[in-house]
């Protein structure tokens, strides 16, 4: 007999487990009795149901091969939380994956935050495994988290592993990028890249090299929310099942001690992830999705901000030698050592006093993490030693001065093919948007050589939903074919965080907002880009910056009937509309401002 249904006895609003988040019928008892006789419909003993309750959250999808692997870590996440004495409950979000999300996943990453966050409030879990990989699900996961504020923690699907051709080690999707590259320059051929189609991501798993996803594990466990060597492991490792197993136990730990997101990020967390996104040589992308993620923290948003990046990267050396920066790839970082590896090299400059997911200091995780370091001039060991980095300082860069991207812009410079291209001076050729740009790229008759700077308008959050990653402009066919390999390219899109070159990005506010100076640049302006002195500027007088924003408001004032798509926002339907009306900016971090933790508050739900 249950003392469930003691109608003399009222259910705890604070109540755990299957009490808690009760659906509001009016009557606690009949609502605590309806869930539970539906629960016991999937075969679950009131001995089960006593537990504490894990969700996890399950992102498998068959249109993701980063994901591929998920049904074999639940089985590995459930055993740990068994193991522990705790019932885990698995539950679908939305599943993400670059090439079959159109017109961006970056469009769907807010969506799926909305998805993770009202799943995790609405269902009576008491902690939450979050298992995601591809590029935008761990930010969107932690983002929704955070919001959430229940018990998180997060487990990554793992890197694939690299593959080969002719001998030589290939990736996804740094070589994927190369040798199109190649094959657009006319050295290798069509049954060259035909071979290379097979043989670029030979197992599932997340890209192979440090692109976003990869950044944006090692960040998850530099922020604490990942266990510390959570990050490497290859998705098709035992090692990976057994961290997923581990991350079961945890999962039933934080479900007992309640340490919440919104309690274990400190100031100090995102220091240290942003400490070792410069290391890592890290993708661009993570830039936007930190400030992102710090804005949903009540007690951060605001005060990590495009400024911070920079600072902590003047003092931070490049110590991860793996692809667009480097050589690498992540199955060399996991057998040098992986985070622990890393964090020891990176100590003097990390914040140890930092809580982590296990209830102990990063410190202290550190500490108690047995590994054995590759000898450092070993040539597989990709770790470089703090004294000798592979770059001494500032691997990704913040523009701060100038007039051509007042809110900030962004550049890997540890990824740039051509350094002499860090200060440079040169004419811009514009192209007003991605089908101008590949209507004229390759066009013999385009004047440009190659000390011009290429330009691409209307690519960010609002001029194209979802700022896709067409920062990476092609290099001219003709200029390609006489062995340019990098000019210097500006836009206010983004850039896959497998691709290199001297790119600056995220250039805020965007061409599409009316007050934007990149907007107005026209064909044969002079461009001038300083990385050392963090300077971006066209040289245009105020006066004719002024004229030329004025020509531009009366003819989008015209082309408002036409479609204009700044205009478009406000009648736009569905997500669609909701994301043109809500997207902030990429220096905030491209989130909806209403979920923001400075955005529109809105009452608890009640039984919080
Ligand atoms: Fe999923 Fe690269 S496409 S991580
Ligand atoms: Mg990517």
Same mark, same amino acid.
């Given at each position: 007999?249950?003392?469930?249904?003691?109608?003399?006895?009222?259910? #705890?609003?604070?109540?755990?487990?299957?009490?808690?988040?009760?659906?509001?019928?009016?009557?606690?008892? &009949?609502?605590?009795?309806?869930?539970?006789?539906?629960?016991?419909?999937?075969?679950? $003993?009131?001995?089960?149901?006593?537990?504490?309750?894990?969700?996890?959250?399950?992102?498998?999808?068959?249109?993701?091969?980063?994901?591929?692997?998920?049904?074999?870590?639940?089985?590995?996440?459930?055993?740990?939380?068994?193991?522990?004495?705790?019932?885990?409950?698995? &539950?679908?979000?939305?599943?993400?994956?670059?090439?079959?999300?159109?017109?961006?996943? =970056?469009?769907?990453?807010?969506? =799926? $935050? =909305?998805?993770?966050?009202?799943?995790?409030?609405?269902?009576?879990?008491?902690?939450?495994?979050?298992?995601?990989?591809?590029?935008?699900?761990?930010?969107?996961?932690?983002?929704?988290?955070?919001?959430?504020?229940?018990?998180?923690?997060?487990?990554?699907?793992?890197?694939? =592993?690299?593959?080969?051709?002719?001998?030589?080690?290939?990736?996804?999707?740094?070589?994927?990028?190369?040798?199109?590259?190649?094959?657009?320059?006319?050295?290798?051929?069509?049954?060259?890249?035909?071979?290379?189609?097979?043989?670029?991501?030979?197992?599932?798993?997340?890209?192979? %090299?440090?692109?976003?996803?990869?950044?944006?594990?090692?960040?998850?466990?530099?922020?604490?929310?990942?266990?510390?060597?959570?990050?490497?492991?290859?998705?098709?490792?035992?090692?990976?099942?057994?961290?997923?197993?581990?991350?079961?136990?945890?999962?039933?730990?934080?479900?007992?001690?309640?340490?919440? +997101?919104?309690?274990?990020?400190?100031?100090?967390?995102?220091?240290?992830?942003?400490? %070792?996104?410069q290391?890592?040589g890290g993708s661009t992308n993570?830039i936007?999705?930190?400030?992102?993620?710090?804005?949903?923290?009540?007690?951060?948003?605001?005060?990590?901000?495009l400024?911070?990046v920079d600072?902590?990267g003047?003092?931070?050396?490049?110590?991860? #030698?793996?692809?667009p920066s480097? #050589?690498?790839?992540?199955?060399?970082?996991?057998?040098?050592?992986?985070?622990?590896?890393?964090?020891?090299?990176?100590?003097?400059?990390?914040?140890?006093?930092?809580?982590?997911?296990?209830?102990?200091?990063?410190?202290?995780?550190?500490?108690?993490?047995?590994?054995?370091?590759? +000898?450092?001039? $070993?040539?597989?060991?990709?770790?470089?030693?703090?004294?000798?980095?592979?770059y001494?300082?500032s691997s990704l860069i913040v523009f701060t001065?100038g007039?051509l991207a007042?809110?900030g812009a962004v550049m890997k410079a540890s990824a740039s093919k051509d350094r002499?291209l860090l200060t440079h001076?040169?004419?811009? %050729?514009?192209?007003? $948007?991605?089908?101008?740009?590949?209507?004229?790229?390759?066009?013999?008759?385009?004047?440009?050589?190659?000390?011009?700077v290429?330009?691409?308008?209307?690519?960010?959050?609002?001029?194209?939903?979802?700022?896709?990653?067409?920062g990476l402009?092609?290099?001219?066919?003709?200029?390609?074919?006489?062995? %340019?390999?990098d000019?210097l390219r500006i836009s *206010?899109g983004r850039m896959?965080?497998?691709a290199g070159g001297t790119i600056v990005l995220h250039v805020?506010?965007?061409?599409? #907002?009316?007050?934007?100076?990149?907007?107005?640049?026209?064909?044969? *302006?002079?461009?001038?880009c300083d990385v050392e002195a963090r300077h971006l500027?066209?040289?245009?007088?105020? *006066?004719?910056?002024?004229?030329?924003?004025?020509?531009?408001?009366?003819?989008?004032?015209?082309?408002?009937?036409?479609?204009?798509?700044?205009?478009?926002?406000?009648?736009?339907?569905?997500?669609?509309?909701?994301?043109?009306?809500?997207?902030?900016?990429a220096?905030?971090?491209?989130?909806? *401002?209403?979920?923001?933790?400075?955005?529109?508050?809105?009452?608890?739900?009640?039984?919080?």
């Amino acid at each position: 007999m249950s003392s469930d249904y003691d109608l003399s006895t009222p259910i #705890d609003p604070a109540a755990t487990g299957l009490r808690q988040k009760l659906p509001g019928y009016g009557d606690a008892h &009949f609502s605590l009795f309806m869930r539970k006789l539906f629960i016991k419909a999937l075969g679950y $003993s009131e001995d089960a149901l006593s537990r504490p309750i894990v969700g996890v959250v399950n992102t498998y999808s068959a249109f993701n091969p980063c994901h591929a692997n998920i049904p074999q870590l639940l089985d590995a996440v459930k055993r740990g939380v068994q193991l522990a004495g705790g019932l885990a409950i698995d &539950f679908p979000t939305i599943s993400l994956h670059e090439s079959f999300a159109s017109p961006t996943s =970056m469009y769907l990453r807010n969506l =799926m $935050s =909305m998805d993770t966050e009202e799943m995790i409030q609405a269902q009576p879990v008491d902690a939450v495994v979050l298992i995601g990989g591809c590029d935008k699900t761990t930010p969107a996961q932690l983002m929704g988290g955070i919001s959430a504020n229940k018990p998180i923690i997060h487990l990554v699907t793992g890197p694939m =592993m690299p593959g080969s051709y002719q001998g030589v080690r290939i990736g996804a999707c740094t070589d994927c990028r190369n040798n199109w590259a190649k094959f657009r320059a006319g050295t290798i051929d069509i049954e060259d890249i035909s071979a290379l189609n097979e043989e670029l991501a030979p197992t599932g798993g997340t890209c192979g %090299v440090m692109g976003t996803a990869s950044t944006m594990a090692c960040l998850l466990v530099a922020l604490g929310v990942m266990p510390i060597t959570g990050a490497t492991a290859p998705a098709v490792s035992s090692a990976r099942l057994r961290i997923a197993e581990l991350t079961g136990t945890h999962a039933v730990q934080l479900a007992q001690t309640q340490l919440r +997101p919104q309690t274990l990020l400190t100031r100090e967390s995102f220091l240290n992830a942003i400490t %070792v996104l410069q290391a890592i040589g890290g993708s661009t992308n993570a830039i936007v999705h930190l400030l992102a993620i710090a804005n949903r923290h009540p007690a951060i948003a605001g005060s990590i901000t495009l400024a911070t990046v920079d600072e902590v990267g003047r003092r931070t050396p490049l110590l991860v #030698d793996l692809k667009p920066s480097g #050589d690498n790839y992540m199955t060399d970082f996991h057998n040098a050592g992986g985070m622990p590896a890393l964090l020891h090299e990176l100590k003097p400059l990390l914040h140890l006093s930092a809580m982590t997911v296990t209830g102990r200091t990063l410190g202290d995780e550190l500490n108690h993490t047995p590994f054995r370091p590759l +000898p450092l001039h $070993s040539p597989a060991n990709c770790i470089r030693p703090f004294a000798s980095p592979l770059y001494p300082a500032s691997s990704l860069i913040v523009f701060t001065s100038g007039n051509l991207a007042p809110g900030g812009a962004v550049m890997k410079a540890s990824a740039s093919k051509d350094r002499a291209l860090l200060t440079h001076r040169g004419r811009a %050729v514009v192209f007003t $948007s991605p089908a101008d740009l590949a209507a004229r790229i390759d066009d013999a008759s385009l004047e440009v050589d190659a000390s011009s700077v290429l330009i691409l308008q209307n690519i960010g959050p609002v001029g194209n939903p979802g700022m896709p990653e067409a920062g990476l402009i092609p290099i001219p066919r003709k200029l390609a074919a006489q062995g %340019v390999v990098d000019m210097l390219r500006i836009s *206010d899109g983004r850039m896959s965080g497998t691709a290199g070159g001297t790119i600056v990005l995220h250039v805020s506010p965007e061409a599409a #907002d009316p007050d934007s100076v990149l907007g107005i640049v026209r064909d044969g *302006d002079v461009v001038v880009c300083d990385v050392e002195a963090r300077h971006l500027a066209v040289e245009l007088g105020d *006066d004719e910056i002024a004229a030329r924003k004025r020509d531009r408001a009366d003819d989008q004032l015209r082309s408002e009937q036409n479609g204009s798509r700044w205009h478009a926002r406000r009648t736009a339907r569905g997500y669609r509309g909701l994301y043109m009306r809500e997207v902030n900016q990429a220096q905030h971090g491209a989130d909806f *401002d209403f979920l923001t933790a400075a955005g529109p508050s809105h009452p608890p739900p009640v039984s919080d």
